[in-house]
């Protein structure tokens, strides 16, 4: 019998969670497809726990502190879900835990391949009048979806495809000028068509943005600060600064503050919105559900808010700490190209959301390794100390 490629599957698995996000106005035929993906992907992850438990061969070889961390993030995650009712967070968690065995670059190139046929099926949909073109007016801008459900959609994915091709064309080769060129060209292009077309502006700063991290990385001024302490710290703690700026930020408006309310035009409105979700659900342990008091003129864009609301105190802290940690990851293996992308998505999550959910951005996949970083830490640690209590207790 021919033994069963659970590798596809999860690509497929994938595939179906991305093409989801971008047919959001059929999701009729998509909702079977993605209960279908849960199921899947929890085979997986039960053949994957299988196959490691028959490595054991005595109770000693049971690692205790993989054990309790995994229960801990899946009782956070399950706690949070009960009360959100977001699933996002079930695609989260399941894609993270089936990822063993896989290669992220593999899981680069399935987003690459199929968000790239997605919308272009989408806008060709569109086109023959099989999907709505819903427009939208900002002032006088009158802005296009193309098909999807919000014109930010668009330009949101046109990005996060550019940046696919970046950090594949990067990720193990060296810069050069002609590069650099060629990204700024394809760059400038997308962002034009962006900004006439649906008129994003968080997805054309983020092109602008990944375009000035790879001329500073050419130039080296990375190189020449990468040991600044300052600049380290600032950087594997940037979610927790925008946390804190997004409080604080927020009350300054509620309070009629002059800053609070200048940020508040600067962020076309966002601060009034995030007052308008905290006067309603306040800030509670565990999250609540907001699904039918947020719509698409009632929305909260900014990342933040978004997490401390609708996922509660308990889970902002685990994100604070779980970005903290893999950013100091990319930071001190020197994965620059994935760090400044993680950096852009971070920095974009006050003006949008969706760049921190993981069937918008595949890049969130690179938290497998920093989970398992974490243990392979948390172990060595354990290992260090009873070696210094066994070399202490033999020289007594």
Excluded at 285 to 302: K, Y
Aim: proline share 1%; aromatic share 16%; net charge positive.
């Amino acid at each position: 019998m021919k033994k069963i490629n659970f590798n596809i599957i999860y690509y497929f698995c994938l595939g179906i969670f991305i093409l989801s996000g971008l047919f959001r106005t059929m999701q009729q035929i998509f909702d079977p497809l993605e209960i279908l993906a849960y199921a899947l992907l929890i085979i997986k992850i039960i053949k994957d726990n299988v196959e490691e438990c028959r490595k054991i061969k005595s109770i000693k070889d049971i690692n205790k502190k993989k054990i309790l961390i995994n229960v801990g993030i899946l009782a956070l995650f399950g706690v949070a879900f009960a009360f959100s009712r977001d699933v996002t967070l079930v695609k989260f968690i399941l894609l993270i835990y089936a990822f063993k065995g896989l290669e992220f670059e593999k899981c680069v190139k399935v987003d690459l391949y199929v968000r790239t046929i997605g919308v272009i099926a989408v806008l060709l949909l569109c086109k023959v009048g099989v999907i709505e073109d819903i427009l939208v007016t900002r002032g006088d801008i009158v802005r296009h979806s193309l098909g999807f459900y919000h014109p930010n959609v668009f330009g949101d994915n046109i990005s996060l495809i550019f940046f696919d091709y970046i950090y594949l064309s990067l990720y193990n080769q060296s810069i050069t000028w002609k590069k650099i060129a060629i990204y700024s060209i394809i760059g400038i292009g997308l962002s034009t068509i962006i900004y006439f077309v649906s008129n994003t502006r968080s997805a054309i700063l983020a092109i602008l943005m990944i375009l000035i991290g790879i001329i500073l990385k050419k130039i080296n001024i990375i190189g020449k600060i990468k040991e600044n302490k300052l600049l380290k710290l600032t950087i594997t703690n940037i979610f927790i600064i925008l946390e804190i700026f997004t409080i604080v930020i927020t009350i300054l408006y509620y309070n009629n503050n002059y800053i609070g309310n200048l940020v508040n035009k600067m962020f076309s409105l966002r601060l009034y919105y995030n007052v308008q979700f905290f006067e309603h659900f306040g800030i509670t342990p565990f999250g609540v559900n907001f699904n039918g008091f947020s719509n698409s003129i009632m929305t909260l864009d900014m990342a933040y808010s978004n997490i401390l609301i609708r996922y509660g105190i308990f889970f902002t802290i685990f994100m604070c700490i779980i970005f903290k940690k893999l950013l100091k990851y990319l930071y001190e293996n020197k994965n620059y190209i994935l760090m400044v992308i993680f950096l852009i998505f971070i920095i974009n999550g006050l003006f949008e959301n969706v760049w921190l959910r993981i069937e918008r951005n595949i890049f969130m996949l690179i938290f497998y390794q920093v989970v398992q970083q974490y243990i392979k830490d948390k172990n060595l640690g354990k290992q260090k100390e009873d070696e210094r209590v066994q070399e202490n207790f033999t020289q007594n």
